[in-house]
């Protein structure tokens, strides 16, 4: 900037603009660093490094992807990010089989942390709903980043032109939403400002026929044309008379169209900005009856407005072979040479191989495969764990995958999975891992699972289990003790062909573990320090269970800790069968009521909403309305009942967990048929918020809103219907192991987070839209279960006691529905006379 400066005071008829490529590329890369992209951008980064690290994990998915490469060209360092996104969102579906298949279960880097991380990545749906977003916000900016950084044509007279469209259509894409697009917006005029929307843009953008005959507004803006002036005025610095020819009589020739510029043929070759429009041309042709305008139009239309011709290798070999890591094998490497050479001497073919939009072909310029940061792909297995710490290329057929680039966009629709076969391992991994319930997500997340206090924790909640059955009631000194004794013999078993773990972390009980977790002598040091100070202690169950079950361990602990277990152990093994067997074809209200219910549950998940998941769901309700006939069937089971059976390994598992959740956990009255129990927990609920959170309570009673409105649907559904599904499911955790005070605590946390807000409504709408939109979006159980745990306090007997407060309310709940009942028996009186 220094140096421009300078030179115009010395010559001060000159022009100086920033380079396109590299200010739209620090728009990209400011829009990459929100939060929201930022994260999905990280993800997809250390997906393709992880595969690419590994021979095995790399040929297991060119299988999958029938030898199609995930590319990372990139036409500047940031911009990649953008193909990387398109690459792996055209091989999705393909992915998402591959991390749930047999082979990736029984491959060894399955059960590392990298591993378990990709599974995770690959398996969310929230994941690649932000691919599908980011794709739709980056791509606008890529298709003019492609243009400027092309060979094919000037780009000077389309840059500004371009940017303002894009900008549209990125409004577009986030359907006008101002509240998203907004910061989007402002880092592109950020950047825009000062570099792009200088004079000499905005001229040449009222120049180029293209924009101004299809857009009859473009003369009357004021922003053109005061830049349009001072440009010629710097142009023609002192040349008064020039600037009075140019400004008063052959610019308004051509914005009124009169003489060739308005014939019809003018008029129609700028109709289309295709390969073929050179908008210098056009003056060429059109122009005559305005000489001096024409030249000055010629000119800065035939301008580039890139630097980047200027750094490129016009080396084919040395194009391809940049990096000294590339380690490119010599067959590979004379194959990309030739690929490359036939790519430069025939491009129509590869514009048409592309897309029909030649802007959203790849420039030209070997440089596209400067990739960057840790692409790459291994050579050599015994480089493998070197590889994956540092920074390589992709090699492979890269060049070849841009031949069969695409440009069209992926929809946001969500693709069906076909049930093939109900029974098939993978197929029900696959549905226990990654599902959508009404639009929101649930993801199995097995972040941290085999860092080392998940390891303890696996120990503690199968000694639990273990020693419960073996020795009934005991003090929990006494299990402390055995738990310890039971380390050393458990920890090798339960992770067998999960050696080889380097973690680095500071785990539960504060001790920082580095190391292999496998490795003996870590693991002795470890199990000591745990002897001595964590196991003895009788909270730290409960305080792992608060940091969460790890999904594939939760039907084995959920079935444990909740009593179904030992529930299921008084009866016969047959029972369950024995029962759907003697209910089956009995018509009852409840099997009416339960039909009605089952399309309505979750609709459009991929298995529950079909007739294998119908008709599993349905022995379930089914089943246990005959059961507990006092229950029978209440509606808010049916989904409290697809989410079980959708995380426990079998039906009759799930059976009996709804037995335990009705019969042990719950009010037992919860779901009678006048819902007694569901209006005393309301009530209950009320006091609470009035005691936990005052203000809040004060001022909904002053607007009148009744906190049954919402926390009805909570109670009956177990949020199931409210929270997304990884944070029920953690709220569940808790629920089992601590019981049904757990559920008002999250209740209370719900309305505490959103204290402020709440604060400031003035209508019952306001208050329900306030709570909804932050029910659905509580995609972090850890916020809401720090809220809920931290800062409205414990309910514990020193606090409230929520038994003493059900009795309290029970007497005002029961006279309040006797008289209900009375006034109602009374009307069909008067009706019956």
């Given at each position: 900037m220094g140096a421009a400066k300078l030179l115009k005071e010395k010559r001060p008829s000159i022009f100086w603009t920033s380079c396109a490529t590299h200010t739209i590329n620090l728009m990209l890369e400011g829009i990459g660093a929100l939060p929201r992209f930022n994260k999905i951008l990280d993800q997809a980064k250390k997906l393709t490094i992880f595969i690419y690290a590994h021979h095995k994990t790399l040929a297991m998915m060119r299988t999958y992807t029938n030898k199609r490469e995930i590319i990372r060209p990139g036409v500047t360092r940031f911009a990649s990010a953008f193909l990387t996104l398109q690459s792996l969102s055209e091989k999705k579906e393909q992915l998402r089989h591959m991390f749930s298949s047999n082979e990736w279960e029984e491959c060894k880097f399955s059960g590392k942390p990298k591993g378990i991380a990709s599974y995770k990545t690959v398996t969310s749906v929230q994941f690649w709903s932000g691919v599908t977003q980011c794709l739709k916000v980056f791509s606008p900016l890529v298709k003019v980043l492609r243009m400027v950084d092309a060979d094919?044509?000037?780009?000077?007279?389309?840059?500004?032109?371009?940017?303002?469209?894009?900008?549209?259509?990125?409004?577009?894409?986030?359907?006008?939403?101002?509240?998203?697009?907004?910061?989007?917006?402002?880092?592109?005029?950020?950047?825009?400002?000062?570099?792009?929307?200088?004079?000499?843009?905005?001229?040449?953008?009222?120049?180029?026929?293209?924009?101004?005959?299809?857009?009859?507004?473009?003369?009357?803006?004021?922003?053109?044309?005061?830049?349009?002036?001072?440009?010629?005025?710097?142009?023609?610095?002192?040349?008064?008379?020039?600037?009075?020819?140019?400004?008063?009589?052959?610019?308004?020739?051509?914005?009124?169209?009169?003489?060739?510029?308005?014939?019809?043929?003018?008029?129609?070759?700028?109709?289309?900005?295709?390969?073929?429009?050179?908008?210098?041309?056009?003056?060429?042709?059109?122009?005559?009856?305005?000489?001096?305008?024409?030249?000055?139009?010629?000119?800065?239309?035939?301008?580039?407005?890139?630097?980047?011709?200027?750094?490129?290798?016009?080396?084919?070999?040395?194009?391809?072979?940049?990096?000294?890591?590339?380690?490119?094998?010599?067959?590979?490497?004379?194959?990309?040479?030739?690929?490359?050479?036939?790519?430069?001497?025939?491009?129509?073919?590869?514009?048409?191989?592309?897309?029909?939009?030649?802007?959203?072909?790849?420039?030209?310029?070997?440089?596209?495969?400067?990739?960057?940061?840790e692409d790459f792909e291994s050579e050599s297995e015994s480089d493998e764990q070197?590889?994956?710490?540092?920074?390589?290329?992709?090699?492979?057929?890269?060049?070849?995958?841009?031949?069969?680039?695409?440009?069209?966009?992926?929809?946001?629709?969500?693709?069906?999975?076909?049930?093939?076969?109900?029974?098939?391992?993978?197929?029900?991994?696959?549905?226990?891992?990654?599902?959508?319930?009404?639009?929101?997500?649930?993801?199995?997340?097995?972040?941290?699972?085999?860092?080392?206090?998940?390891?303890?924790?696996?120990?503690?909640?199968?000694?639990?289990?273990?020693?419960?059955?073996?020795?009934?009631?005991?003090?929990?000194?006494?299990?402390?003790?055995?738990?310890?004794?039971?380390?050393?013999?458990?920890?090798?078993?339960?992770?067998?062909?999960?050696?080889?773990?380097?973690?680095?972390?500071?785990d539960l009980y504060g001790f920082t573990v580095e190391g292999n977790v496998d490795d003996a002598n870590i693991l002795n040091e470890v199990r000591e320090k745990v002897r001595e100070q964590v196991l003895v202690?009788?909270?730290?169950?409960?305080?792992?269970?608060?940091?969460?079950?790890?999904?594939?361990?939760?039907?084995?602990?959920?079935?444990?800790?909740?009593?179904?277990?030992?529930?299921?152990?008084?009866?016969?093994?047959?029972?369950?069968?024995?029962?759907?067997?003697a209910v089956e074809g009995k018509v009852t209200p409840a099997t009416k009521q339960i039909d009605h219910d089952l399309p309505r549950t979750f609709p459009g998940h991929p298995w529950l909403d079909t007739p294998e998941g119908h008709a599993s769901l349905r022995r379930v309700l089914v089943g246990y309305s005959f059961r507990d006939s006092d229950v029978g069937y209440c509606q808010g089971l049916n989904y409290v009942a697809a989410l079980l059976l959708l995380v426990m390994k079998t039906e009759e598992d799930a059976f009996w967990m709804l037995a335990v959740l009705l019969e042990n956990v719950l009010v037992n009255d919860c779901y009678s048929s006048n819902l007694t129990g569901c209006h005393v927990e309301q009530r209950v609920f009320k006091d609470l918020l009035k005691k936990k959170c005052p203000s809040i309570y004060a001022h909904l009673e002053a607007i009148e809103f009744d906190v049954s409105l919402v926390a009805t649907e909570w109670f009956l559904c177990l949020f199931s219907k409210s929270l997304p599904s990884e944070t029920t499911l953690r709220v569940w955790d808790v629920l089992f192991y601590e019981g049904a005070k757990v559920l008002f605590n999250v209740a209370l946390a719900i309305f505490k987070m959103k204290e402020e807000e709440l604060l400031t409504t003035h209508h019952v709408g306001d208050v329900i839209n306030v709570i909804q939109n932050t029910t659905h979006h509580l995609f972090d159980p850890d916020d809401l279960l720090t809220a809920a745990f931290d800062k409205v306090g414990f309910m514990t007997s020193t606090s409230i006691n929520i038994s003493k407060e059900r009795k309290k309310q029970e007497p005002a709940v029961m006279a309040e529905l006797d008289q209900r009942l009375r006034r109602l028996n009374s009307n069909n009186v008067e009706v019956d006379s």
């Open positions: 094919w044509k000037p780009s000077m007279g389309f840059v500004y032109g371009k940017i303002k469209i894009a900008k549209e259509e990125i409004i577009k894409s986030l359907s006008g939403n101002e509240k998203h697009y907004k910061p989007i917006i402002d880092i592109i005029n950020a950047k825009m400002k000062g570099r792009l929307d200088s004079t000499l843009h905005l001229t040449s953008y009222l120049l180029n026929p293209y924009y101004h005959y299809n857009d009859s507004q473009l003369q009357y803006d004021p922003d053109v044309m005061d830049a349009v002036l001072e440009f010629f005025d710097t142009l023609f610095c002192g040349d008064l008379e020039k600037q009075r020819q140019v400004v008063t009589i052959d610019l308004p020739k051509y914005k009124k169209k009169v003489d060739r510029f308005g014939c019809d043929l003018a008029i129609k070759h700028c109709k289309v900005n295709d390969v073929d429009f050179d908008p210098a041309s056009w003056w060429g042709l059109f122009g005559g009856a305005t000489p001096n305008l024409t030249k000055v139009a010629m000119r800065i239309l035939s301008l580039t407005s890139s630097s980047s011709g200027c750094e490129r290798n016009w080396s084919t070999f040395e194009g391809v072979h940049t990096k000294k890591r590339n380690r490119l094998e010599t067959s590979k490497l004379n194959n990309l040479v030739y690929v490359q050479f036939k790519y430069e001497v025939d491009p129509k073919t590869v514009d048409e191989a592309l897309a029909t939009d030649v802007s959203q072909s790849p420039r030209e310029s070997p440089r596209t495969r400067e990739l960057l940061d070197v590889l994956e710490e540092e920074e390589y290329e992709s090699d492979g057929v890269q060049i070849m995958e841009r031949l069969e680039l695409h440009s069209a966009l992926p929809t946001t629709d969500h693709q069906s999975l076909i049930i093939h076969d109900a029974n098939n391992p993978s197929i029900q991994h696959y549905l226990r891992s990654n599902y959508q319930v009404k639009g929101l997500t649930f993801i199995h997340l097995f972040e941290n699972l085999f860092y080392f206090h998940y390891s303890i924790y696996i120990i503690v909640v199968i000694c639990v289990h273990s020693l419960k059955e073996m020795y009934g009631t005991q003090s929990k000194r006494d299990l402390s003790l055995e738990i310890q004794s039971q380390i050393p013999i458990l920890r090798p078993s339960i992770h067998a062909r999960r050696a080889n773990i380097t973690v680095k972390f500071q202690n009788a909270i730290t169950l409960k305080k792992l269970i608060r940091k969460g079950i790890p999904p594939v361990l939760r039907p084995k602990v959920w079935f444990s800790l909740s009593g179904a277990a030992k529930k299921k152990s008084t009866v016969p093994d047959s029972y369950y069968n024995d029962l759907i067997i």
